[in-house]
């Protein structure tokens, strides 16, 4: 079983930045490919970004590219997503997920996911 944990977000003004963090615990951090996803009030979780089990590979939703990245540390069991030019349309509650340990590739539908964190409000005003 393992554990998510996400921090650091929070209120900016459009163009700004944050940077989320997800601490996972609970088993080898390596072994997880890992993904962000977001859902807006009234609205589906949304695919955002994901990285594989090395952190060499990355797949990231249309809306966000060019704008967010997303990194992990396997030493320090870390995925984070850096967020930059941020816009009032990426409000929402920002979700961390793990793979299974059986896939090395990155994910895109939330059944691809296995574990989820409890999630941090990001609130970007215009």
Not at 3 to 20: D, H, I, K
Request: charged residues 20%; glycine residues 12%.
């Amino acid at each position: 079983q393992v554990q998510l944990v996400e921090s650091g977000g929070g209120m900016v003004q459009a163009g700004g930045s944050l940077r989320l963090s997800c601490a996972v615990s609970g088993r080898t951090f390596s072994s997880y490919a890992m993904g962000w996803f977001r859902q807006a009030p009234g609205k589906g979780r949304e695919f955002v970004a994901s990285i594989n089990k090395s952190g060499r590979g990355f797949s990231y939703s249309d809306s966000v590219k060019d704008r967010f990245t997303i990194s992990k540390d396997n030493a320090k069991n870390t995925v984070w997503l850096e967020m930059n030019s941020l816009k009032p349309e990426d409000t929402a509650v920002y979700y961390c997920a793990a793979r299974d340990p059986y896939y090395s590739t990155t994910g895109y539908y939330t059944t691809d996911f296995g574990s989820w964190g409890q999630g941090t409000q990001v609130t970007v005003s215009s």
